[in-house]
């Protein structure tokens, strides 16, 4: 009598690229826009955060870009491109090179570098180099140059972090003073009066109790920020969210995807607006907000705080 075999059928999980993508956002990244000029003259740059550096001997960097880019074509036959890393104040030149556009040079000021590669004015950091090797990364094709010439300017730099544009702040933890060490200089001498010094650890002691409650909501910092932003309008085109969130546009699209899916959000015509429960998502997130500013703040006076408040926008117009 033949006997019944079971057959295990392995089910092969699905990758969820949306979510990995997400994931490796948590790895904070500078900002570059690479350029590069063909043999007939057409010039290319894209918005890239996949810089980075593989060797000092030669010196050798790589970046990578997808399989699908029309400036493809120019990068594969040039003979140079070049690296400009961005300045934290040049958030709307990244934009500039990472929307569809028919002449991204268009009104951008730049000097032709190695190979006519285009190099941008007034970034962080500037590197020319000679195409040294292409080697096939999945749907990317990764490029990996050779440095020829490069500049070094010194300005703070533009960072990428979970979908959203960010900039350096000196960290506040100091190390554990072991025993018989002398107290530490912490607000002591000139610190204590440099005014940039005590906002960036203000700021940075504030972010330490407050953004983990706010990632406690289950939304990332880019999601809550585009909540929080719509919940005083009656809705917001992307383009209006984009100034107001300081994210790239393909960030915004995807962030407005996410919230759509949870519910929160909803498209009418081209605007994006709150849903009955996005409403009730975002009472909760601005309660957050309240609760630790209450808790910050709640030592001082109506007055100081007005007083504090009127500094603060004062210092943001300058």
Known sequence: MPVETAVETATVPVFDTRAFRRALGNFA?????????????????????????VSLDPPL????????????????????????ILAADQIDLSNNFARPKDD?????HYEAGE???????????????EKFQQLDGGDHWILVG????????GRSPLLYHQGAYSMVLPHTRLTKREEGQPPSSNFQ???????????????????ASYQPRQLCTGLRTSEARMLMVLESDAGLALADLQREVAMPAREIEEAVANLKRKGLVSDEGDRVRLTVKGVDETEALWTIAHEQQEKVFGQFSDEQVETFKTVLKAVIQS
């Open 189 to 207: 001498g000139r610190l204590s009066h440099n005014l940039y010094y005590l906002m960036t650890q203000a700021v940075r002691a504030y972010q």
């Open 146 to 153: 050779k440095v020829m010439a490069f500049d070094d300017f």
């Open 61 to 84: 960097i790589l970046w990578s870009i997808d399989k699908r880019s029309t400036s493809h074509a120019v990068f594969d036959e040039a003979s140079h491109f070049a690296v400009n």
């Open 104 to 108: 991204r040079f268009a009104a951008i």
């Open 115 to 129: 190979g006519n590669a285009p190099l941008l004015s007034d970034c962080s950091a500037r590197f020319q180099c």
């Open 29 to 53: 990244t500078g900002v570059t826009v690479i350029t590069a000029a063909g043999p007939d003259g057409r010039q290319v740059g894209v918005t890239a955060n996949s810089f980075n550096s």
